[in-house]
């Protein structure tokens, strides 16, 4: 039979209630008292209730994952997997449980998102994927509820976030493909809607701007970050400027998707095209060529944002914004 708190209050010859208020760091429960209880407790090989413990303390220990079109951008998830080990590994570790819930735009219309928190009792929340333009965005920078976005620059007193410094990201891409004497550069971006993109556009007009080239209009195509969005927007690039040397994507996906109309236009890479992607994906590594990127520390950044939050739950402390720095890897499509 498992040991209960019944057993150890006994064994210690103290009260349920005691037993109770020592685990949970109660402090009129004398220090000799307590140590006496957790003398006995380990003797007993006992292990609290979590259950027990979220009644007392009126903690879930709960947080939440919550993604934006979790289920419908399945092509994200090469990126997203990586970020949510980095969140469970950390927040597991500490004692917390995950749970992941997805919302859309449409349902963030019908039900707020401190509602949507409360219903699953969720102590605080990582917030990925969503778009500047949802409604939860201005609702998680004003909830007295400890979040963290990932990719998502908000930042209240209740509110911090962890991304990669993709201003910088994208000049390193750019940079490379300026150092191979490319000049005519297209760029294939995400949706304008998403943080990222906006910082992956600024990276690549300033990399142009200090190479003195202007930046042309033409040749920037806007996509979804899927493999089609990036062959969809290839096409199109290609259409406006058939003189172009070199493709930035914003993503590996859409610099897969890319490749595979260079392909099929009999374009050769990087002989004819020379293409750089961001991400650093598995996917990119085997794709032929071999994609060069932009890495991000995508377990890294699943880690940073569960510490932040296990700051503000267990120390009150203030949120934060925090870039990850993010590195150029060569391979054979430049």
Same mark, same amino acid.
């Given at each position: 039979m498992p040991v209960t708190i019944r057993d150890v209050a006994r064994a210690a010859?103290?009260? @349920? !209630? !005691? *037993?109770?208020?020592?685990? &949970? +760091?109660?402090?009129? *429960?004398?220090p000799d008292t307590r140590k006496r209880i957790l003398k006995v407790a380990k003797e007993l090989n006992y292990r609290p209730s979590h259950v027990a413990r979220s009644l007392v303390l009126q903690? !879930?220990? &709960? *947080? +939440? /994952?919550? @993604?934006?079109?979790f289920n419908a951008n399945r092509g994200a998830h090469h990126f997203l997997f990586d970020v949510m080990a980095g969140v469970h590994d950390r927040l597991a570790s500490l004692g917390y449980d995950v749970t992941l819930v997805s919302t859309t735009t449409a349902r963030q219309r019908l039900v707020s998102y401190i509602d949507f928190c409360t219903e699953r009792r969720l102590e605080g929340v990582i917030v990925m994927g969503m778009r500047l333009d949802d409604p939860y965005m201005q609702e998680v920078a004003e909830a007295k /509820? =400890?979040?963290v976005g990932i990719d998502l620059p908000i930042l209240s007193r209740y509110c911090g976030y962890v991304m990669t410094d993709n201003v910088n990201g994208a000049k390193l891409g750019m940079q490379h493909l300026l150092s191979k004497g490319h000049r005519r550069i297209g760029f294939v971006n995400g949706h304008q809607k998403a943080a990222v993109s906006v910082d992956r556009m600024r990276g690549y007009q300033l990399a142009l701007e200090t190479a003195g080239i202007d930046s042309d209009p033409d040749l920037i195509v806007h996509s979804n970050f899927l493999v089609e969005g990036g062959e969809a927007a290839t096409e199109l690039l290609l259409s406006r400027a058939p003189d172009i040397t070199a493709i930035f994507y914003a993503s590996d996906l859409m610099a897969l998707g890319g490749m595979r109309?260079?392909?099929?236009v009999g374009k050769r890479i990087p002989e004819d095209v020379a293409v750089v992607g961001y991400d650093n994906v598995d996917v990119a590594e085997w794709s032929t060529p071999a994609l060069t990127t932009v890495s991000q520390r995508r377990f890294e950044m699943g880690v940073y944002a569960a510490d932040m939050l296990i700051g503000m739950l267990q120390r009150d402390e203030e949120p934060g914004?925090? /870039?990850? =720095?993010?590195e150029l890897v060569v391979r054979q499509s430049t």
């Open positions: 010859g103290v009260s @349920i !209630t !005691t *037993v109770s208020r020592a685990f &949970n +760091g109660y402090d009129d *429960v004398g903690q !879930t220990q &709960n *947080v +939440g /994952l919550l @993604i934006s079109d /509820l =400890p979040s109309y260079l392909h099929r914004g925090r /870039l990850l =720095p993010s």
